[in-house]
């Protein structure tokens, strides 16, 4: 039913797991046909140095059948919306997701988490929030919505959100996807994985999204041509090599 997985980490955020490789088969057997590899951005203390990110252009577009998006899960700073990661490079990478995440930016309060994330949402650096229904990060949702819609941003369902970590987010991204569904914004579903095992898992995002029965065409999750053709409206290059899921 779910072909994309926007949000997974691997052994360069070194409280993940799993390495490229693993990841590969996993993806071949669950029927992935593409995945971003969006390791943390390098404001978090244990995230890979930025030559990372740069070096990223040495992974083959496609293995086996399976396409690899060059990615970065980066930090939002501050409520100005700056995130960890430089123009010059950000150009580089084919999928740009940012989040709050507590040793980067504490949490304050509902104001300041709708400041800055509108501003983030703004900017026009960033493809995908993610996990925005943590609770820890109570924010204004219909401003958040209407702002991601606006400005053609996505909006992550993040299912570990549920399953391991942000417990308590389900209220919160139940009244995401009811906003996004009704102010017309697109969502993205993010497996978050920290090891292979969990690529594609998107059970939890999945019953939010039945139950509201959101539109299906505004889902990134569906196929890989839903992603890209997403993220070249956004004014990412097209990537020749992923003509193949065309």
């Not at 951005?41 to 140095?49: L, Q």
């Not at 209220?171 to 017309?184: M, Q, T, Y």
Request: with cysteine; proline share 6%; hydrophobic share 40%.
């Amino acid at each position: 039913m779910y072909r994309v997985d926007t949000h997974t980490h691997t052994v360069a955020s070194t409280h993940a797991y799993s390495t490229i490789h693993d990841y590969l088969p996993v993806a071949k057997a669950k029927g992935i046909t593409l995945f971003a590899t969006t390791d943390h951005g390098p404001a978090m203390a244990d995230a890979p140095h930025y030559w990372h990110f740069v070096n990223l252009r040495v992974l083959p577009r496609v293995v086996d059948g399976v396409g690899i998006l060059r990615g970065i899960e980066a930090n939002i700073k501050n409520e100005q919306g700056e995130i960890d990661f430089g123009d010059p490079h950000l150009q580089e990478l084919d999928i740009v997701l940012a989040g709050f995440h507590e040793p980067v930016f504490p949490p304050r309060d509902r104001e300041s988490h709708t400041r800055a994330m509108i501003n983030t949402i703004r900017s026009g650096k960033v493809d995908i929030i993610s996990h925005p229904g943590n609770p820890a990060f109570p924010i204004d949702i219909d401003a958040v919505v209407r702002a991601a819609a606006e400005h053609q941003v996505a909006l992550e369902i993040n299912n570990s959100s549920f399953a391991h970590s942000r417990k308590g987010s389900e209220a919160n991204c139940r009244a995401i996807v009811e906003a996004a569904r009704d102010l017309g914004a697109w969502l993205a579903f993010g497996s978050d994985s920290h090891v292979a095992f969990t690529l594609g898992d998107f059970e939890h995002c999945h019953a939010l999204v039945d139950v509201a029965r959101f539109p299906r065409e505004r889902l990134l999750a569906t196929s890989p041509e839903s992603l890209l053709g997403f993220l070249e409206r956004r004014g990412h290059p097209r990537i020749a090599e992923f003509d193949i899921f065309r």
